[in-house]
Nanobody, 124 residues
Framework: QVQLEVSGGGLVQAGGSLRLSCATSRRAFSGYAMGWFRQAPGKEREFVAGFGWSGSSTYYSDSVKGRFTISRDIAKNTVYLQMNSLKPEDTAVYYC?????????????????WGKGTLVTVST
């Protein structure tokens, strides 16, 4: 019953920035952890950053700490991922996902809803 509309992907040069958006309904802000995952060519989908269901706690993978920032605008029912100092290894399809009363372990298998992927390409 939760729909996630993802946007903001594109092509950027290394060192540049992009902001991804995940627009959803009010339902997703009431009891759902929301986070970002990514999948690079030849690799499994991995966790990037997320909010716990209460919105008070944030989580980041070690590979993006200090560079990416997750935030949300409750009035707009939207979660953002601000990506700074982008590196070529950040190139991937990025997904927004939600887990009821999460997070448990931020495992792909635990997420209940997925948005469509948006491609982020970082060139050298």
């Amino acid at each position: 019953q939760v729909q996630l509309e993802v946007s903001g992907g594109g092509l950027v040069q290394a060192g540049g920035s992009l902001r991804l958006s995940c627009a959803t309904s009010r339902r997703a802000f009431s009891g759902y952890a929301m986070g970002w995952f990514r999948q690079a060519p030849g690799k499994e989908r991995e966790f990037v950053a997320g909010f716990g269901w209460s919105g008070s706690s944030t989580y980041y993978s070690d590979s993006v700490k200090g560079r990416f920032t997750i935030s949300r605008d409750i009035a707009k029912n939207t979660v953002y991922l601000q990506m700074n100092s982008l590196k070529p290894e950040d190139t991937a399809v990025y997904y927004c996902a939600a887990e009821h009363l999460g997070p448990s372990t931020w495992s792909v298998d635990n997420m209940d809803y997925w948005g469509k992927g948006t491609l982020v390409t970082v060139s050298t």
